[in-house]
């Protein structure tokens, strides 16, 4: 019984645990099936968000990026919505909530939701142009301030550009480019214009028709350019000057941009050739808009991406020429100036693709697009002048402007999007009388990003954070207080300052300390109004006040690489740095750094020989072909030789050498001997002045430039020889400068004008007043004249002069008769005139030109079956030099009624035994020469 009982016993426990095992497994599975389904939930609340995101997303894409409006669903799993940050951009901010039918709810925000981004514009400048002439294969014409297309048979031209497309993102898409030109002639009508990919590399300083880089002697495989038949684009030639022409070039764009092809430019040429007249656009050259591509881009679908049509300003980036100014007469003065970009929509006014600029003047805006036609008005309705316009780039307040008014009113900042009542007043109560305010664009977490600085009548910048409150202040160290504009250097803790007491223009750091200056003066004649930064070019935008000029003022680049560049900015030491070339020399005990009184920036000054910089001998300063030498000069002395720059042995021969000498500009040039070409004109001792000396070896012609303008020219046969000696900088063997010289380049080959006038537009930087602004006409003097008319009898002896000839005139390879041979006296008209005809002929005749400090020729001339290969040569020289001051080649014959004049400068030295002399080519047949009548040389003591 016992056992049985046990065993009942034991069953029973057994079962009775079994069932509480059963119960606590139960409640285990109640439990796990809870969990299961609350994480069951939470799945699908993320599924239905997710589908919320994906609608949201969808949404975006299909709205363009505006028009934003909220999304509400239902699907099996619940209901959902989701709301956005703003109704338009990209990217954006995402709000997402949904509800499940179970009633279990969630939400989420995704940041920097991308769309379907609307296309933006990036703004290109056109880098390289020329155009390239069949008649005239090896001419050069880069950095012409227009391009040619047009022309029949042999007579051709073509256009070639070049622009990079680098400023244009990886991962964007291109909708369209398009390049927009300024008109300057309208071709044959009909003709057609047909723009072709480059496949070959091409050099802007020398490219040809024959040639893609003279200089360094490159043949296009195909004369006229290498390019792809199949054109980019095909048009009709312009109709209108006056309205911008574009050329779509889509697909050239893209393919630069994937790298499908090479990016080498573009080439022009009329298809049909059925006209010979040129159709002729201006180039970059011609000013900022003249020749702008425009590139339409956008986010592809549902990616982020950085389009960024602002350029990150370089903050050495120096004025130097004006380029442009608005067309529209503004009644007030001017008062503010700021730049926008393209497709921006303020005061109810649409600027174009290229932007434009924005005036400000009374209580009134006034928009200009970027050719300076305007675009409307806007009243303000604020009620009280303005002092200050900025646009606003990012922020809470971007695409607005941020306005100042006038001291009547000091505490009241604006920013306006309509002509309606300004959205925000900005808290000023501690500016006085503000001046001027411009928009910080700036790094993303700088100290001051999206901030305003306020210039106020003591010349203070006050820093303002987008709520309207002054964070912090800081003095410029500058004396004049009148600040009339304030301009902001994009990316950079840099600020441009115009002054309106003294009339500079300050580029200075947020601390307020100032980095450079320059004179205001010289790119406007009426006070300052107001200064701004344009926002796809850097380029500076100044306003003058009481009229209507708003001038775009460029930054020009040089061409072509210096072989070297002496600043001369040292400011203690004898070494002289060469910034390019690395040909550093010594300056000479005594002679003295002036920091702050050079024409740009610093400055040497040498009074004597011993004073002045010597640079040792290198092979990579002879110069043999084209050279051109460029520098600044303040002398002090009258009389005598005063260098900028030249290699001159004790022999007296120079490689090359450009000065001053008697105050009149030279330049000295060897081919066996040292020829002198002197620029006509005198110079004022104590001012600075430019000057440019040249050899262009293809036409064998020196050129003399003073302050950017070309002031005379004289063939001089070739090639140049090589003098090995010292290079000196303000002095020679014996000479100095008795003065001081800044800023001296030297280059190997001819360079263009507009890089000529960049490196005259490089100064004043310094006070008003110290730089000449032109030549001074030659000085008159009660000279003297040796003359013959030929009148006097049948000989060579005339005389019809002042000042007695040495001589009587010589027959060159001729020594018969004066009335036989190809050498003699012919009476035309009741005239005689002197005739010199066949090849290698000529008359020479001596004079004492010793008391002469300056000369010059004239004559009178008739040609005589010349073509293109005659030339006629008139020289001057000495025992012992000879210089060329002249060529007559023009072919055709012309008539003794109606006589040419032929006019030159002879140049020095003048000793006793000078004489003149013309002498024809020598391969001219019998029949071809010149006459001659009234010559005159007019000196002056």
Known sequence: MTQQGFVVIAVTIGLTMIAIGVLVLSAQSEGLSAEHNALKDRARIEHLLNSAEAH?????????????????????????????????????????????????????????????????????????????????????????????????????????????????????????????????????????ITVHRVTEAWSEADVTWDQSDKHNALDWNTPGGD???????????????????????????????????????????????????????????????????????????????????????????????????????????????????GNVVLMGITFPETGGTVVAYDDILEAFDSYGNSLGTCDTQIGHTLSGVTYVINGPYRENLALTTDRSNPQMAYVAQTCSAPTLTLQSSTITSPTGITYLELPEGHLYEDHFVVTDSNGNLNFVDPSGTVVGTSAPNITATQVRGIAHVYNQDRLLLLSNGAEEVYRLGFGGVVEERYDYSRFGSNAPGGLAVDLDSCEHIVASQPSDEVSKLSRAELTVQPVSHWKLDETTGSTVLDSIGGQHGTLGSGGTWTPTDGAVQGAVRINTASQGITIPYNAAL???????????????????????????????????????????????????????????????????????????????????????????????????????????????VTTYTQGKVDDVYLFDRAITDSDIAMLYAEAPEGTAGLYATGMSPPAPCAGFTIADDFETNMDWTGSSGTWAWSGAWTEINEADDPTLGEVRKNDVLGNRWAQVKNGDHGLRRFVDLSIASSATLTFQYARSELDDNDSVHIGVGNSTIFNEIGVINEPGSSSTASPETFTATIPGPFTADAYVQIRNKSTMNVAEGIQLDNFVIQACP
């Not at 792809?228 to 574009?246: G, H, L, Y």
């Open 622 to 732: 002879d110069m043999e072909g084209s050279f051109t030498v460029a520098g600044w000069i303040n002398t002090t002395g009258a009389t005598s030789w005063k260098p900028i720059l030249g290699v001159e042995l004790a022999t007296n021969q120079h490689n090359y050498w450009l000065g001053v000498n008697n105050l009149r500009p030279r330049v000295i040039v060897y081919n066996g001997s040292d020829h002198y070409v002197t620029a006509p004109n005198t110079i004022t001792p104590g001012l600075w002045y430019h000057l440019v000396g040249m050899y262009d070896a293809d036409v064998q012609e020196v050129r003399i430039y003073v302050n950017g303008t070309l002031t005379q020219t004289q063939t001089v046969g070739g090639p140049l020889q090589a003098t090995p000696g010292v290079l000196y900088l303000g002095r020679g």
């Open 56 to 192: 949201a997303r969808w949404t975006l894409n299909e709205q363009g990026c505006s028009g934003y409006n909220i999304v509400n669903a239902t699907n099996e799993l619940g209901a959902y919505t989701a709301q956005f940050n703003r109704l338009e951009g990209s990217p954006i901010d995402v709000s997402i909530s949904g509800v499940l039918t179970s009633g279990l709810s969630g939400s989420r925000v995704v940041s920097k939701t991308a769309s379907y981004a609307p296309a933006t514009p990036i703004i290109i400048e056109v880098e390289k142009s020329s155009h390239m002439k069949e008649f005239d294969p090896d001419k050069v014409n880069g950095n012409h301030k227009d391009i040619h297309i047009g022309g029949t048979g042999n007579d051709r031209e073509r256009g070639i550009i070049e622009f990079s497309v680098a400023s244009i993102p990886e991962e964007v898409v291109i909708e369209s480019a398009k390049i927009v030109h300024s008109v300057m002639a309208i071709g044959t009508a009909n003709d057609t």
């Open 227 to 341: 390019f792809i038949n199949e054109p980019v684009a095909s048009v009709q030639v312009p109709t209108n000057t006056s309205v911008p022409f574009e050329i779509d070039i889509t697909s050239a764009v893209r393919d630069w941009h994937s790298g499908a092809a090479p990016n080498h430019g573009l080439i022009y040429q009329v298809a049909s050739a059925s006209g010979s007249s040129m159709t002729k656009f201006h180039t970059e050259d011609e000013g900022p808009g003249s020749m702008t591509v425009v590139v339409q881009v956008r986010c592809e679908c549902g990616q982020i991406c950085a389009i960024d049509s602002v350029v990150s300003c370089d903050a050495n980036f120096r004025v130097n020429r004006k380029s442009s100014q608005l067309s529209h007469g503004i009644p007030q003065t001017i008062e503010g100036v700021t730049t926008v970009p």
